[in-house]
């Protein structure tokens, strides 16, 4: 099994800057891809980045150029910073990871309030 813990989350100003940090632990060998998701109030949730097996990195269109999906493997944790934030991008942000056989894991979820 595999367990995730976010945390950096909070309330920003539009046009500030976040961290979001998501520390694996358990089977974390097993992970073959991890994701970034963001459920804003009363929206279903969506993927905002991802980073597959091979290290190729995905990103929704409303945040490229302004978001950075990053792991560390030595810490097995994985970042998202955050630059540029705007009101759109207020949500609960949730860390997933996949593993090898398929097995699919969510953290408990950190929130992100851009406001001013």
């Known amino acids: 099994q595999v367990q995730l813990v976010e945390s950096g989350g909070g309330l920003v100003q539009p046009g500030g800057s976040l961290r979001l940090s998501c520390a694996a632990s358990g089977s974390i060998f097993s992970i073959k891809s991890m994701g970034w998701y963001r459920q804003a109030p009363g929206k279903q949730r969506e993927s905002v980045a991802a980073?597959?097996?091979?290290?190729?990195?995905y990103y929704v269109d409303s945040v490229k150029g302004r978001f950075t999906f990053s792991r560390d493997n030595a810490k097995n944790t994985a970042y998202l910073q955050m630059d540029s934030l705007k009101p759109e991008d207020t949500g609960v942000y949730y860390c997933?990871?996949?593993?090898?056989?398929?097995?699919?894991?969510w953290g408990q979820g950190t929130q992100v309030t851009v406001s001013s």
């Open positions: 997933r990871a996949v593993t090898s056989r398929h097995e699919v894991y």
């Open positions: 980073i597959t097996d091979g290290g190729n990195t």
